[in-house]
């Protein structure tokens, strides 16, 4: 079937095109346009703009943390109006409707990824990717203790994202879940995991290494040391100059972006990263932006989140050990009243505006930590217009933007900006030269979107989304319900570090390590359950 979308503005930055054209779609791929051949179907999209699928490279939506919250707080859904429909269809309904194509859940523990991957299975119209996250299970830290070549530990983070099925490697506070076991309740990144040497800094280095050594696509995806704690600033700047020259991703980099300026002790530092990033090309950060209002944090960050329990909203919470880095689950509210969470909200924009390179910035709220998912059409129109972000400021305890420089910043992102942050940029980082584009070849993941006064109203109801060519939304609601594919990387490895993994779980835990393996069975019988994402050669 030929399909013509004729008449949009069409903004495409990865191929430099932004223009009033026609696009064609052949069997789920954009082509270019055939001579004189007449499209079975012709969509009018005249005075929209259209953009390839957007890619969200860090929300929490599937897993053992994510489930736990939802026990944790059913109220947060009851009454509302799909309370009836699978949260799993609700999510890819509510994905979509923004234009978006596929998500990645960045903190699934290998243990967990079959049921992980059951639950995005379940999930409709996007594609979906896992991260496997390494850095505080004993294997690996006794790989460390007792000096083996980068090599071995290469070999088992490849075994692992082979039986976890994921498109890359995710480290949490590395070593401070395995010392929180032994009573630890503050670690940094030159502190030692108790009855060994081995460094928060030595973790992240190996598995940075590893990471190169296999030819991943996505840089190691870290969770620092010391989230949320006023001064932390410093701890970002020390792991960004450890990583020296080799590529790092920084998640929910706005987490780290407090000092310990004013008269409150707590202030943002978010300038300061900014700069370090612009002035290092091998960091990439997601933002992880605050937004008023009450969410849930959930986290493999264990030690982080038994520290943080005392300000749960409501007044419960849940704290999980386990193998690796268990997890923590506290309500929160964030507050436009309160001095903290404002200066917060103020420093994620700062880190969006200040950091000039939107290719190595992405477009995050560390759903739901921050704020869920669906307040992303909101942040974009305080990213694209300013004098909506001043509306918010005046409205902020002044006493907190005095500590921030937001007030001053004048820049405004650009819908190409936008279109590069959400889409070329996530493609690029993934490994994917498929997607985040409109040029031939690409997938016919394609959002079009109806221009409105309201930013934030036309970016929440796409006017149309294709996934692979099909029409699934239109007005923002759905039209056909398909299902993805699970992105994944396949690295080879040493057989014999198959072996000693054997033998390591047969001795420790009498289970076959092939048990935790994800199946092709765990994609609930799609046709095409898995994608494989090739290798940087």
Known sequence: MLTCLTGGRIIDPANGRDAVDDLW???????????????????DVSGCIVMAGAIDIHTHVAGTNVNTARLLLPDLRAGTAEASVPVSHIIGRL????????????????????QAHLELADIPIIDTAI??????DDYLLRLMASRESPAAIAD???????????????????GAAASFKSNVRSFGLDDAVPNSDVTSRAIINALQAATETLGLPHPLHLHCSNLGMPGNAETALATMEAAGDTRLHIAHLQFYAYGKDGPRGFSSAAPRLAEAVNARPNITADIGQVMFGQTVTVSSDVLRQFNARGQAHPRKSVIMDGDGNGGGIVPYRYRKTDFYNAVQWAAGLEL???????????????????APFTA???????????????????????????VTTLASITREYTLTEIAIMTRAAPARLLGLPDRGHLG???????????????IAAMFRDAALVLKDGVPVIRDGVPIAHPFGRALAVRPGFDPAADRQLAAFYDTIYGVSHAAFDVPEAARLGRTQPFETVPCRT
């Open 25 to 43: 779609i052949q069997d789920g791929r954009i082509i270019d346009a055939p001579d004189r051949a007449q499209a079975s179907e012709t969509i």
């Open 156 to 174: 088992y983070a490849a075994r692992v994202l082979a039986g976890s099925q994921a498109i890359g490697i995710k480290a949490i506070n590395p």
């Open 376 to 402: 992303y059409p909101d942040l974009l129109a305080l990213l694209m217009d300013r004098s909506l972000r001043t509306q918010h400021i005046e409205s902020l305890p002044k006493d907190a933007m005095e």
């Open 131 to 136: 991260l496997a996250v390494l850095g505080n």
């Open 440 to 454: 031939p070849r690409a997938r016919a993941d394609i959002a079009v979107y109806r221009p409105r006064p309201d």
């Open 352 to 370: 969006f505006l200040l950091i000039n390179d939107p290719w190595r910035v992405f477009f995050t709220t560390d759903h739901p930590n921050g």
């Open 95 to 114: 994905y979509a409707a923004m234009g978006y194509t596929m998500v990645v859940e960045p903190a699934i523990s290998p243990h967990v990824a079959p």
